[in-house]
């Protein structure tokens, strides 16, 4: 089991750029696979970015695709977002998963959906001012 913790979300004009982390609890943060989600208000949960358990793959959902960045840090536990270009659609609530699947990590990227298996955090507010 990992526990998560996101961190660095808040208020930025449109343009602007935010960097979000994610601490993972667990010393087996490596034989996870890790997820970017987010939830605007109204809205579904839905995928915004995904990285393997080494960090070599990634990948984005089209509306981010090319503006965000995820990294991960296994020697420290953490995952990162560096958010760009920042858009007022961007705003929501963003959550990091863990699944230490790699079916549910594709699936992720498949279905651009929340699986039914992931770890999640509590979750860190984007506002994006236009």
């Known amino acids: 089991q990992v526990q998560l913790v996101e961190s660095g979300g808040g208020l930025v004009q449109a343009g602007g750029s935010l960097r979000l982390s994610c601490a993972a609890s667990?010393?087996?943060?490596?034989?996870?696979?890790m997820g970017w989600f987010r939830q605007a208000p109204g809205k579904e949960r839905e995928f915004v970015a995904s990285?393997?358990?080494?960090?070599?793959?990634?990948y984005y959902a089209d509306s981010v695709k090319g503006r965000f960045t995820a990294s991960r840090d296994n020697a420290k536990n953490t995952m990162t977002l560096q958010m760009n270009s920042l858009k007022f659609e961007d705003t929501a609530v963003y959550y990091c998963?863990?699944?230490?699947?790699?079916?549910?990590?594709?699936?992720?990227?498949?279905?651009?959906?929340?699986?039914?298996?992931?770890?999640w955090g509590q979750g860190t507010h984007v506002t994006i001012s236009s």
């Open positions: 998963a863990a699944n230490p699947e790699l079916s549910g990590f594709l699936d992720w990227v498949r279905t651009s959906r929340p699986g039914s298996d992931e770890y």
């Open positions: 667990s010393d087996t943060f490596s034989n996870y696979y």
């Open positions: 990285i393997s358990r080494t960090g070599t793959s990634s």
